[in-house]
């Protein structure tokens, strides 16, 4: 038999994750949030009848247990759950954040839990989008060697990929996940805000950037980083980079050297594929460094 889960905070992650153990198998000890509302809506989504405002009250008795709280709750309500002795000796007790380390939810090992963290590696707006994309997605683990082999049979059981880094390494991974998601859609803005000086509406913009985001990650994932890089730099088209700059200066000053700064590490990826001669690379990174 599955061990039992609680969840303690129901928003979009905790709901979602709580629902996704019990279409899995897992019995569901109890949810818990500060608004007991929250917690009642979240418990008749996952199809328990057990939910507190008090989370001690639902982690005694559960096996495992996921803080699903915001990031800067996520100490604090350990330790208050600690400081209950509410975590069952032996439990194994796991965190969200993809900031954060696992080292946050040391009061817990105090108590004689072992502990993790699992961050499912998607952005997700809502309970039922996220319902769709967590499975499929891949979830980061760091923890507790005790935590692993359970942490790993827990994201085989949502469908999801199961990787594994060190806890030192949380922030750079983290870095990662948020230039890869939340720059691109800065790199979006920066882009309509172009098109929109020439006179293009936002929406139409945003349209045609779209369709042209879903072409690059189509490429990205079936040739890879390297072969995916298309455009001027990619075919040493200095002439071309010359105008963007020349005409960046002159209408959109305040976005140069973000356009240069990109283009100087584009020219780093599009030198390593070979397909460039020296002076060609040379000549755009002179360029761009002006």
Do not use: W
């Not at 985001?213 to 040739?223: P, S, W």
């Not at 700059?245 to 030198?271: N, Q």
């Amino acid at each position: 038999m599955k061990r039992a889960i609680a969840i303690v905070g129901c928003g979009t992650i905790g709901t979602t994750l709580g629902r996704l153990f019990a279409e899995a198998g897992y019995p569901i000890a109890g949810v818990a949030s500060r608004r007991i509302e929250s917690a009642r809506t979240a418990a008749e989504f996952i199809g328990t009848s057990n939910y507190s405002d008090n989370s001690a009250q639902i982690t005694l008795d559960a096996d495992i247990v996921f803080i699903t709280t915001t990031d800067i709750c996520i100490e604090p309500v350990c330790d208050e759950i600690a400081q209950n002795r509410a975590f069952k000796k032996g439990a194994f007790v796991f965190h969200c954040s993809g900031a954060l380390p696992s080292g946050i939810l040391r009061s817990a090992r105090h108590c004689g839990a072992y502990t993790g963290s699992i961050h499912p590696l998607q952005s997700v707006a809502s309970v039922k989008e996220a319902l769709c994309t967590i499975a499929g997605c891949t979830c980061v683990f760091e923890g507790e060697p005790e935590v692993l082999l359970t942490a790993r049979e827990l994201v085989r059981d949502i469908g999801a990929d199961f990787m594994q880094i060190g806890e030192r390494d949380k922030p750079l991974y983290h870095a990662a996940a948020v230039v890869a998601s939340n720059y691109l859609v800065t790199l979006v803005s920066v882009a309509t805000e172009l098109n929109e000086i020439i006179g293009i509406s936002g929406r139409s913009s945003a349209k045609g950037l779209l369709c042209l985001i879903r072409g690059t990650l189509d490429n990205l994932e079936k040739l890879g980083i390297s072969d995916a890089l298309t455009g001027p730099i990619a075919r040493g088209d200095i002439g071309t980079i010359a105008s963007h700059i020349d005409a960046i200066k002159r209408r959109a000053p305040h976005l140069l050297s973000l356009y240069k700064a990109l283009g100087e590490m584009t020219v780093s990826i599009a030198g390593a594929n070979g397909k460039l001669d020296t002076d060609t690379i040379e000549g755009m990174q002179t360029l761009l460094a002006a």
